[in-house]
């Protein structure tokens, strides 16, 4: 394939995600976590891979 093609198509998959995840769950900002907790007190939770087990 040449870059004709596949560019726009590589294009409308990203779309279609990001379509897909919007419909899915719509972004609430008032419950979304803030982007950085510095001295927020909130914890980290969830997959972090560098946290230490308690």
Known sequence: M???VTA???LALVAAVVLLDLRAAP???WVAPP???LGS???ASG???GALPN
């Open 2 to 4: 040449t870059r004709r």
């Open 8 to 10: 726009p198509l590589a």
């Open 27 to 29: 972004p609430n900002p």
């Open 35 to 37: 982007m950085l907790a």
């Open 41 to 43: 007190g909130v914890t």
């Open 47 to 49: 997959g972090f891979c």
